[in-house]
Nanobody
Framework: QVQLVESGGGLVQAGGSLRLSCAAS????????MGWFRQAPGKERDFVAT????????TYADSVKGRFTISRDNAKNTVNLQMNSLKPEDTAVYYC????????????????WGQGTQVTVSS
């Protein structure tokens, strides 16, 4: 099973940008659709973005559409989340997740999770 490690979180002012990265272990990364989710204190884990195995199909939550961009590099076993025009309501722990073959916006469908990286946006 793939193992995932996120990086790139931090503290940023509203309107700023951050780029999250997720590194995957193993030789089968291209078999996995990937997703980013986030969880704010006291709230459920919410869908942010997904990307298909080949990278040619992406989906976004309405709250981040036009501000966030998900991408992947199957040669490097990485998936990234470029976050622009950040808002205080984007503050959360961000998780990357892997699911065999097919994307999903439902967190319960995913097979593997990273440990999460904190993103804090100050107003």
């Amino acid at each position: 099973q793939v193992q995932l490690v996120e990086s790139g979180g931090g503290l940023v002012q509203a309107g700023g940008s951050l780029r999250l990265s997720c590194a995957a272990s193993g030789r089968t990364f291209s078999r996995y659709a990937m997703g980013w989710f986030r969880q704010a204190p006291g709230k459920e884990r919410d869908f942010v973005a997904t990307i298909s195995r080949s990278g040619d199909s992406t989906t976004y939550a309405d709250s981040v559409k036009g501000r966030f961009t998900i991408s992947r590099d199957n040669a490097k076993n990485t998936v990234n989340l470029q976050m622009n025009s950040l808002k205080p309501e984007d503050t959360a722990v961000y998780y990357c997740a892997a699911r065999l073959w097919v994307v999903s916006s439902y967190s319960g469908d995913y097979d593997a999770w990273g440990q999460g990286t904190q993103v804090t946006v100050s107003s």
